[in-house]
């Protein structure tokens, strides 16, 4: 068996012994039947054997799906930077960049998780489940204020993914008319009590205006307050809009 110096500095080999790559091939299987925790117990025991060893990057990440479909999503994290610090194979490494970004994405970090996701999508095929990576990369970018790139990447969900359950989402997104975000106060049928609510909304001290939307044939017009470049504006400035309308969301979403 061929052994190398790795990047962590220890002296490692290249390959699993047989019965281990055994265990990860049944691991895998279980994994993929919804066997987590007897999955994760088999992952263990190869990667307490065998910490160091490069093929061992495929036990820390498929460990990293247990521990996340688990719910137990910091260890998750925790083994796909190790996955990522052993991995030699590209594939591998955008597989585990992909998953890195999910974890970033639903702990709200928009910066890691874009990261994540721009070194993913630049070895990951174009085909499901990688159009929700590319979704939310774009969704990422928004949040940080960049929204062209953020439209460029919806765009490319809608062109390359038609039948994808993604595709909505994206082309929802693309419909929003203005690069930033807002606060959506109400939804109403009426025009006069459209601008009633938005005069309550300027009457506190919010700049409000009131739009015009097609929702499932019919026309409503909303109200909003503020426009806001990245997300974390809108969201310091959401309280203060729900004290006067306590249903207040930010949107696009």
């Keep these: 068996m061929v052994c190398v110096v790795l990047v962590l500095g220890a002296t490692g080999c290249v390959e699993l012994p047989p019965h281990a790559k055994t265990q990860m091939v049944q691991a ?4 993929r039947s919804g066997q987590y925790d007897s999955a994760k117990s088999k992952l263990d025991e190869v990667i307490q054997a065998y910490p160091s060893v490069l093929e061992t990057s495929e036990a820390y990440y498929l460990r990293a799906q247990c521990l996340a479909n688990r719910g137990n999503r910091g260890a998750a994290q925790s083994d796909i930077e190790r996955c990522l610090a052993l991995s030699k194979n590209s594939d591998l490494t955008a597989r585990a960049h992909a998953t890195a970004g999910e974890l970033a994405f639903e702990a709200g970090d928009a910066k890691k998780s874009s990261e994540h996701f721009r070194q993913a999508l630049r070895n990951l095929p174009e085909r499901p489940p990688y159009d929700l990576a590319r979704f939310r990369y774009g ?3 928004a949040q940080m204020g960049e929204w062209k790139n953020a439209r460029d990447q919806w765009d490319a969900v809608v062109r390359g993914y038609p039948g994808s359950s993604i ?8 419909a929003w008319p203005g ?6 106060c109400g939804a109403y049928r009426d025009a006069a009590a459209a601008s009633k609510q938005a005069q309550k909304m300027r009457s506190a001290g919010h700049s409000a205006r009131t739009e015009k939307r097609q929702r499932d044939g019919e026309t409503l017009h909303m109200v909003y307050v503020g426009q806001y470049l990245r997300l974390n504006q ?3 400035a959401l309280g203060r809009v729900r004290q006067h309308a ?3 969301v930010i949107v696009p979403q």
């Design 28 to 31: 895998e299987k279980e994994f």
């Design 139 to 141: 969704v990422c970018l």
């Design 167 to 174: 595709t909505g989402q994206a082309q929802r997104m693309l």
């Design 179 to 184: 690069d930033f975000f807002s606060i959506q």
């Design 234 to 236: 809108a969201q310091e």
């Design 246 to 248: 306590p249903g207040a």
